[in-house]
């Protein structure tokens, strides 16, 4: 199981950056996506989510507006689109992808992309 995300960097506030997550060695299609994100000193927390139909979405309060997460299940790949930038939105982002299906939990990591929000 891999999960290769790739996108981040260092940009200025107010900037845009769009990180994506491969994913291989499982069925993309059957599960949930999730970013996560983890700043210096605080704990994760969980970005955005994608249903494996991706028919549903949900985001954190900080970043809603801002950030819009997708997938393409033909091409095994989920992204999230990050715009209109905050310092506050550094952090090492990272791709998660859970399942439960009769009653077997899955659940896989990136080893993240560090996003930089600075001037």
């Known amino acids: 199981v891999q999960l290769v995300e790739s996108g981040g960097g260092l940009v200025q506030p107010g900037g845009s950056l769009r990180l994506s997550c491969a994913a291989s060695?499982?069925?993309?299609?059957?599960?949930?996506m999730r970013w996560y994100r983890q700043a210096p000193g605080k704990e994760r927390e969980l970005v955005a989510a994608?249903?494996?139909?991706?028919?549903?979405?949900n985001y954190a309060d900080s970043v809603k507006g801002r950030f819009t997460i997708s997938r393409d299940n033909t091409k095994n790949t989920q992204y999230l689109q990050m715009n209109s930038l905050k310092p506050e939105d550094t952090a090492v982002y990272y791709c998660?992808?859970?399942?439960?299906?009769?009653?077997?939990?899955?659940?896989?990591w990136g080893q993240g992309t560090q996003v930089t929000v600075s001037s």
């Open positions: 998660n992808a859970y399942s439960l299906w009769l009653g077997i939990r899955r659940d896989y």
């Open positions: 060695g499982f069925t993309f299609s059957r599960f949930d």
């Open positions: 994608i249903t494996w139909t991706g028919g549903s979405t």
